[in-house]
């Protein structure tokens, strides 16, 4: 096995100039860590991680709770695309991820991470309301954490708020004025701020939204998509637009849709949320929000990072991410009798 000491004879310079060139200290020369970083990759040289540790005080291993109540687990399309971004932000600055174990196990989040010695955790995906998941959010673990916001820990998500705003404006502008909204599970933060959005954007357009109209589904789920979307049809003063929780049950709406004999965006419009590939491959295109999934993973990993090597320096923050509006065929324009003679 290389070691310092090969590298400082090849090099021509002490153990601790070269362990000072490979980990990028200030206080040596450009070209020394150029010479040094050369001569370590011709010799094969491969950090000891044990002894890294043990000089650092780290492990350079990141946790992740990823907790999928969906049952898709890497499945999952967003989160997948988050998981890789963090994984590859990660990556690029030392560090290795994990997964901590929801399965089978005798130790509580917190113990498993202090068993595994993770420098940091990641709550990707989780039930915030488990007393587990708490624990491990006070805990003196360094933390960040995906769409959900605590006190004690930097969260990274997308711009809900924004982005149902614009949705929201962009089924006004084709002619709608009846839109209905079936949302995600009430606990849910992200369910929470989108809900929020779509009242003040109706509110701030003067439109007078039914309770009827507004119904709650699980997330991902198509079955109780179509049922609510059979019983907003056969509502007397039916919606003409349908805005689903996600794209994925988008497609339950679509079926009773269908199965009523009804045309998308002919006889009624819907739109979705996610930009999904499954939004880019059904016909009528369907017009949702794209979420920055890539981004919001590279971030929350860039921002824990951060947080672990820079303590003092490092404030709890929230980070927003923008998402963009797709427009699709499933949205056309509307023309309301009543509303276009007054």
């Given amino acids: 096995m290389v070691s310092l000491k090969d590298i400082a004879k090849v090099c021509g310079v002490s153990t601790a100039t070269v362990s000072k060139a490979l980990n990028n200290q200030k206080d040596i020369g450009e070209d020394t860590k150029v010479k040094v970083k050369d001569a370590a990759a011709k010799l094969g040289y491969f950090p000891n991680s044990a002894a890294r540790a043990l000089k650092t005080k780290r492990s350079y291993n990141l946790g992740v709770l990823f907790q999928d109540a969906a049952g898709r687990g890497l499945t999952h399309e967003y989160f997948a695309a988050v998981l890789n971004g963090f994984k590859v932000q990660a990556e690029s600055v030392g560090y290795d991820i994990s997964f901590l174990s929801s399965e089978n196990r005798q130790m509580s989040y917190y113990e498993h991470c202090r068993y595994r010695n993770f420098d940091g955790v990641a709550v990707v995906c989780a039930d915030f309301r488990d007393a587990e998941v708490q624990e491990l959010l006070n805990s003196d673990i360094p933390m960040v954490t995906i769409d959900y916001l605590h006190q004690n820990c930097t969260s990274v998500s997308s711009d809900n708020v924004k982005g149902m705003q614009e949705l929201v404006n962009y089924i006004y502008q084709k002619g709608h004025r009846k839109i209905a909204y079936i949302h995600g599970e009430l606990f849910s933060y992200v369910t929470k701020e989108r809900l929020t959005s779509f009242y003040r954007t109706t509110d701030s357009l003067e439109l007078d939204i039914p309770e009827s109209y507004v119904r709650e589904a699980k997330y991902l789920e198509t079955k109780p998509a179509a049922q609510l979307t059979r019983e907003l049809l056969k ?76 303590p003092k320096t490092t404030l709890v923050q929230r980070v927003v991410i923008e998402g963009n509006l797709i427009p699709g065929q499933s949205v056309e324009d509307f023309l309301d009798v009543e509303t276009s003679n007054t």
């Fill in 235 to 310: 509502l007397k003063d039916a919606p003409t637009c349908i805005i689903y929780p996600d794209d994925s049950s988008s497609i339950g709406g679509r079926n009773a849709i269908v199965e009523a004999g009804l045309r998308i965006g002919g006889d009624i419009s819907i739109a979705g949320y996610d930009g999904n590939l499954i939004s880019r491959l059904l016909h009528p295109k369907l017009t949702t929000v794209s979420q920055n999934a890539d981004k919001i993973g590279r971030e929350a990993a860039r921002h824990l990072v951060k947080a672990i090597e820079k």
